[in-house]
């Protein structure tokens, strides 16, 4: 059986592309200052090679990670995990959906949500709060002392910093 992503009640909360774009992340920041390579995150995080070229591309021009070419070149984060929240992750590749009018589009909703589809949208926002006051470096210090997203055993080295920080 393939590697899941994280379920709500057997239905994604989550696209694809949210789920391996936070591995890429959690993973790279474990890494430290060491680039990556395409090849080595695929390993690591269980992500098809191919899709995750496209996911490195949504990050990068989200500058949320950067990419060096050459001999020992690869990708690094370009923010803290200190500071880069799942939420940023989240927003850079496939932003969570808020309920702004009424999805089956009746009139009499115009003026307002109904209370189902308010109260879903407050779901919505408890969701992106949570994720955004959650730092990736937090969710590489867990108390169970299991490793975030991947099977590999826990980082060697300290979360890394970010070219922000130096």
Known sequence: MGVRGPFLGGTKMFSQTVEYALRTVVWL??????PRTTQQI????KIPAGYLAKVLQGLGRARLVDAQRGIGGGFTLAVSADELTPLDVINAVDP???IKR???GLKSHSTGLCPLHHRLDEAMALIEKGLGETKISDLLRTPS???PFCEDRAP???PRRGKKDK
């Open 29 to 34: 920041a474990s890494q430290g200052d060491e």
């Open 42 to 45: 695929a390993k690591a995080t």
């Open 96 to 98: 969570i959906k808020r």
């Open 102 to 104: 009424c999805p089956l």
């Open 145 to 147: 002392g299991g490793y």
């Open 156 to 158: 060697a080295r300290s």
